[in-house]
């Protein structure tokens, strides 16, 4: 049987010609061929089980860019990514499903005070910078606290360290205010304009300095995360390795767009190219979401430093060998450093624990924080 029109094939498969438009874009599914003319999009039927494959995992909620993971692999593999995406969904809604039925019964005891399920949570947590192998100064910056865990990766020559240290220094303040996690994601989205501000504001005749920004800031069992630029926020849970940011970068874009693959990616000349960032462009544009912690997570935050250069396999090798906060951080540089580390290498690894002690006499383990931010 022949190429057969979008029409007919949207028919066929039970989608709309929108829906295979909008995957052709993001490069899930691709016609067959494209009519030099026309410029009509034209199908093999034998992409039609490939189509309902697709509509089937939209319909479970999974985004589009893990869609497009999960159809490159084989079925036993793609069977299992899809077991690991729907136990972090699940574990996500019973953590919410936990915290809706706190918030219906304060409303209708009418309650001055929410006791969410999960307050009893605490962070243990660690931070760490090496200035590298090659570069002579240090422009990253991480800090971890009880409630907020940020690196941030300067740039643009010698005011790079002052750009990162400023834009931690921006969010620090959010660790005093203590605020209903409803309250949480309105606050960081404050708090990064202001951030973008001050960086904007280190501005000379001769420089103007940037800076990359992923946090994390917490109120009981909600974090709130905020992502700039091409640092990174990762979650270990259950085994499973996620990332949670998506880089701002122009062949991050190209990847989107499906005009690079991923390994063409990851060795092009101007991967390091960002698209977003603190102090650049007109207005910042920020990444904002809520996240439900539980108990066993394992988050890092980190700068391009160790994820351009230590694989997704060997972060997770790492992540998972059970030590403590301090000792992970210091595992995580020798590894970038194991391969020369081109660049500055600044991360957070915080973890999540149940704990029975009150909330005033947690506190975290590790150093404050590293780079310029005090």
């Not at 497009?68 to 809604?93: F, G, H, K, M, N």
């Not at 309250?183 to 990064?192: N, P, R």
């Not at 979401?289 to 396999?313: E, F, I, K, Q, W």
Request: glycine content about 10%; aromatic content about 4%.
């Amino acid at each position: 049987m022949g190429l057969v029109t979008i029409g007919a094939f949207a028919r066929a498969a039970g989608l709309t010609p929108k829906a295979l438009r909008l995957y052709d874009q993001v490069g899930v599914l691709a016609p067959a061929a494209v009519d030099p003319e026309s410029g009509y999009r034209l199908y093999d039927p034998q992409q039609v089980p490939l189509a309902r494959l697709v509509a089937q995992l939209r319909r479970i909620g999974m985004p589009l860019a893990t869609i497009r993971a999960v159809c490159d692999l084989e079925p036993a593999a793609a069977a299992d990514a899809i077991t690991a995406y729907w136990r972090q969904v699940s574990a996500d809604t019973a953590a919410r499903a936990r915290l809706a039925s706190v918030l219906v019964e304060h409303l209708s005891g009418g309650s001055t005070t929410v006791s969410v399920p999960n307050s009893t949570l605490a962070v243990r947590y660690a931070a760490g910078c090496d200035t590298g192998a090659v570069r002579v100064s240090n422009e990253d910056a991480a800090y971890a606290g009880d409630r907020l865990f940020a690196v941030a990766d300067g740039m643009r020559g010698p005011g790079g360290a002052a750009a990162s240290a400023a834009a931690i220094d921006a969010l620090r303040p959010l660790e005093l205010v203590d605020v209903p996690a409803v309250e949480l994601l309105t606050m960081l989205a404050g708090a990064v304009t202001g951030a973008d501000d001050v960086v904007r504001a280190l501005a000379t005749d001769e420089h103007q300095p940037g800076t990359t920004l992923t946090a994390l800031l917490r109120s009981g069992s909600q974090l709130a995360l905020v992502h700039v630029g091409d640092t990174r926020a990762y979650l270990l849970r259950g085994g499973e390795l996620s990332l949670l940011t998506q880089d701002h970068t122009w062949v991050q874009t190209q990847v989107d767009q499906g005009l690079l693959d991923r390994d063409e990616a990851a060795a092009h000349p101007q991967r390091a190219l960002l698209v977003r960032a603190l102090g650049g462009g007109q207005q910042v544009e920020a990444d904002l979401a809520l996240r439900t912690a539980l108990p066993g997570d394992r988050y890092l935050l980190c700068s391009d430093g160790l994820s351009a250069v230590v694989d997704r396999a060997a972060l997770h090798a790492a992540l998972s060998e059970g030590a403590d906060p301090e000792h992970t951080v210091t595992r995580l540089i020798a590894l970038a450093r194991a391969v020369g580390t081109p660049d500055n290498v600044a991360c957070v690894v915080a973890d999540v624990v149940a704990v029975s002690t009150p909330p005033q006499a947690r506190r975290g383990v590790g150093d404050g924080g590293c780079g310029e931010a005090a």
